[in-house]
Each structure stands twice: as C-alpha cells, then as structure tokens.
C-alpha cells in the first residue's frame, strides 16, 4: 500500500506538532545533564552532577526504592489478576460481558483525587498509610484496566482451537491453561505487565495520599520537591522517569516484533 | 452442538473473572461507598445531610470551581480535538517511516509520567524560560509574559497531557476508513475540501464523539497539572476536594465534592458506554 498523498500544509503542521509534542521531554533530558545550579538552556557545560546528587541522595534512593517495590507489588497482582479476569472476558459465555468490563474500567475513569482520598480514609484508622504491600495493592487497582485492555486484544487472537484440541486429546483443563493458553498468550502477559509497572511507577495521586512520610515514591518526592523550587536535580529525577518509559517501550516493542517473526515463522512452515 | 470444549469446562472459566473483581469490590468500590457513608453520617439525619450537601453546593467556592472546571475541560477539549485531527488522519494515511515517526511522537508523552509532563512544560513557560527567552530574543515581546501560574499555562499543560488519549482514539476510527472513498470523490470533482466534509468527516465523527468524551471526563476530574500550573485563582473542583481534606480536614465537604463529580464522571462515562466499544478505551 502507498501512503496517501498529503498536501505540504498539513505535512508542515505535523511535523510542528510532533517537535511540540517530543521537544519538553527532550529539553528537560538535555537540561538534566546541565552542569549548572539553576536551569538554563541550553546548558553552558555538559555533567552527571545532578544524577549523582540524585542517586547519592539517602531520601531520593528511599524514594527509589519504594516506587520499585510499589510498582512490582502492584504489577504481579495486576498481571496475574487481569490475565484471568481477561481470559474468562474473552471464552466464558456469561452474560453482561460488556458492562462487567466497563466496571472493571472504572478505576482509571473515576478521578484519581476521589479514589485517592476513599483508599486514605479507610487506610489511616487501619494503619496502612506508608505501608508499601498496601499501596502496591491500591495501585494493582489502577494497573489492573490497563492490563485488561492490553490482554483482551491480545487473547482474541489465540485460537480457541488449539484449546479444543488439547482438551480432546485429554489434558486436564489446568494443563490446557498452564501449556496452551500462557505459553501462546505470553508476549501479551510481558507487555501488559510492563505497562501495569509504568503505570504504579509513574503514579502520583494515590501515592501522595497513601505515602505518608516513610514511603514516599519519586513522583511524590518530585511533586514535593516542585512546591519548594524547580531545583535541577528534579530535572535529573524526570531524565529518570523518562528512561524508564524508554525502557519499557523498547521491552514492549522488541516482544511484538519477537511475536511477529514467530508468526512469520509459522506461517512460513503452514 | 454439544462441543466438549464449550460447556462445563469454560464455566470453570468464568470463575477466573472472581479475583479481580473482588480486588475491586475490597480496595476500590468498598472504599469509596465507605468514605461517602462515614462523611456525610457525621452530619446527622437524612434532612440534615440534605440541608448540608445543599449548603456545599450552592456554596460560592464550589460553584465558580464548577464553572471554572466545565469551561476548562470544554476548551481543552476543543484545542485537543483540533490540535489532534490532522495529527489522527495522518497517522491513519501513512505507512512506514513516517508512520512509525508520527506515532513515537505521539505515544512518547503519551506513556511519560504526568507530574514529568507538567514538570517540563513549567521550565519551558517560567519567567525565564525558554519561551519567553525566544520570544524575546525574536522581538516579538519586551517584557516576558506569565505564561506559568495562569490560566494559560493549565491550558497548555492539560492539552499537552490529554492530546494522546484523542490521537490514538481517532487514530482507532479513521484506520478503518478507507482512503479509496477520498480518492473516488475527488476524482469525480469534489474539491478537497468539500470532499473531506462530506465524506471523511462524517465517517470519523464517531472517533470524534468518543474521544472528546474520554478527553472531557478526564479534563473533568484533572488535578495534578492545574494544581503545579495554575495561579491562586485557578481552582478547579479536584484540588477543592484536595485541599477540603489537606488543609481544611473537612472530609463531609470533600465527600459532597467528590460526590458532584463522581456522579457527572459515571453519567458521561454511561454515554460513552452506550456510544462507544469499550474495548477500544485509550486507543487499546
């Protein structure tokens, strides 16, 4: 197929469009390795002083590692969950699928504030503010729409065939899920755990209200940080953020393209 | 047809959807009916609650932040479908290179934290920031402009964070157009625009509808980027609730609050429900 041809009007407004889309981000990555105490762009000198004051820091490493362990809390609980809930979406014939599934969205569709201040009020008489496995749960509930749209997708395109057959041939239905139905969903799990991840590393609204002052996560510690000054070392922290999202996109793109030449593969032999 | 593979077994299926929903029902639905129960019974009997949740609505603060936060979303909305369109449709018309261009621009922010997103659009809008330096260095202007701390600056923060979610749901619609009708139209005379009316418009309005519902409910319920952006003045109804509970400690405030929006939130997403796939949410 050939690309459509595009008036030189609309070619000049998207290429604008796309410098204003990518150039924040690459400005504040560019500014991160300023060798300056204040930002300016573009930096006189090039340095890792604000990465260094970044990782050298006690508070900000604390910060660090509770986002991770947060984030993998929430990204087992929210893979594992979703997988199942998505695979019984997409073969059981129950009824009401759809709105069953439009309630299950509902965490990313009801203002973050709300949720945030419901899971508080409940949390503090409890004693659960701060509590990382506790906070790795409550951002399983935001994680958890994500995975399911990745994995409903990516379900639908495995066949129900090939469970039929394995089910026939007298496999037990555990056996059936464990060798048929992971293995061949795979790339789809990978991919929507990696955004699960993102999605409790990057967030911020329930963090802030949940942390407390013994878990604060890198966004909540920005979002502090941002009230006092627009320090460099927040722009360092951001250079950070911004590499981990890199980081999962290549992940997710280098699964697809596997997916694609084991398809290729197959197809080749069929 | 009695298929072995498609009767008792897939039952056994079905339960697989319990764990998550519990999830939900404990750590998000329990939690909020929780907090709506608790803070509004502290204000007494039903005709008490009433006489309150009526005093809080009609309460000055509550309703310019209500006012201040439909206009907002509406204009963002707006900026965002119009910024987006042609964005959508050439994404939808290319192949290759220049697809794969155009779509790492537009998921890259896209999957780049919020707070990271407000962050770097506040060093570019500051006082001496790099706008308002080239603006000066261009002669265009003497004194630098607020851009950051205004109502200004929340605009462009929030359509620079919303703009992905209308690309990729555009992006859904107009891939299946086919680029053959265009072609036919302006072969048979129409001139390009008013082809573009009348055909491929009308054949996108349904990815219009639905990402501007998706845009609008999310500008709705926005408080991270208004919250880091805006000036003193520029409360919208999420950091009402925010403060209502951080500074004020004023949690049947926040409930009616959050209750306002909750409910304009399920009625607009009941729409979309109705209009729109629901698989298809977020570009999916």
């Known amino acids: ?270 | 047809m009695v298929d072995p593979a498609r009767r008792h077994p897939f039952d056994a299926g079905t339960m697989l959807i319990v764990p998550a929903v519990l999830l939900l029902a404990l750590v998000f639905v329990a939690p909020l009916l929780w907090f709506f129960a608790k803070a509004l019974a502290s204000q007494g009997g039903p005709a008490q609650i009433v006489a309150y949740v009526a005093t809080i609505v009609t309460s000055k603060a509550v309703v310019s932040a209500l006012i201040l936060t439909n206009w907002t979303a509406l204009l963002v909305t707006g900026l965002v479908l119009l910024i987006s369109y042609p964005l959508a449709y050439t994404l939808a018309n290319s192949r290759g290179m220049r697809f794969t261009l155009v779509l790492f621009c537009v998921v890259v922010p896209y999957f780049t934290s919020i707070i990271v997103r407000t962050y770097s659009w506040m060093v570019l809008l500051g006082r001496n920031g790099i706008v308002n330096q080239a603006l000066i260095q261009l002669g265009l202007i003497d004194t630098p402009l607020t851009l950051l701390y205004s109502m200004t600056g929340v605009l462009i923060g929030m359509v620079y964070v919303l703009l992905p979610y209308m690309v990729l749901t555009l992006y859904a619609t107009m891939r299946s157009i086919d680029p053959g009708l265009m072609r036919a139209a302006r072969g048979l005379g129409a001139g390009g625009f008013y082809a573009f009316r009348r055909i491929y418009l009308p054949l996108s309005i349904h990815g219009v509808l639905s990402g501007s519902l998706i845009v609008f409910i999310l500008a709705l319920g926005f408080f991270i980027t208004p919250a880091l952006m805006g000036g003193p003045s520029d409360v919208m109804i999420a950091m009402l609730v925010e403060r209502s509970v951080e500074i004020m400690y004023d949690w049947s405030a926040a409930a009616v609050m959050s209750l306002v929006l909750l409910v304009a939130t399920l009625v607009l997403y009941g729409v979309y429900y109705r209009t729109t796939d629901v698989r298809r949410m977020m570009g999916a």
């Open chain 1, 1 to 270: 197929m050939h690309d459509l041809r595009l008036g030189r009007g609309l070619i000049l407004y998207v290429v604008g469009a796309c410098l204003v889309l990518v150039l924040p981000i690459a400005i504040l990555v560019v500014l991160a390795f300023g060798d300056q105490s204040y930002l300016r762009f573009p930096p006189q000198s090039f340095s890792l002083r604000w990465f260094i004051a970044f990782f050298g820091d006690p508070r900000w490493q604390r910060a660090l590692w509770s986002s991770l362990l947060i984030a993998a809390i929430a990204c087992a609980i929210a893979t594992v969950l979703g997988f199942f809930a998505a695979y019984a979406l997409v073969r059981s014939d129950m009824r009401h699928k759809k709105l069953l599934l439009s309630f299950m969205l509902l965490p990313i569709i009801v203002p973050y504030v709300i949720t945030a201040i419901a899971m508080y009020f409940v949390s503090a008489p409890l004693h659960l503010v701060g509590n990382v496995v506790w906070i790795g749960v409550c951002h399983a509930v935001i994680a958890l729409p994500i995975v399911l749209l990745i994995l409903l997708s990516s379900l639908q395109g495995v066949d129900l065939n090939l469970e039929r057959a394995a089910l026939s041939l007298g496999s037990s239905r555990v056996r059936v899920f464990t060798r048929v139905v992971v293995p061949l969903a795979l790339p789809g799990i990978v991919s929507s755990a990696l955004f699960a991840f993102l999605a409790s590393f990057d967030e911020l609204v329930i963090s802030l209200f949940l942390a407390g002052v013994r878990s604060e996560t890198l966004p909540v510690r920005i979002w502090n940080s941002l009230h006092l000054q627009v320090e460099p070392v927040i722009a360092a922290v951001s250079a950070f953020l911004i590499g981990v999202t890199a980081a999962v996109l290549l992940l997710d793109g280098a699964v697809r393209q596997a997916r694609s030449n084991k398809t290729a593969r197959l197809r080749a032999i069929a």
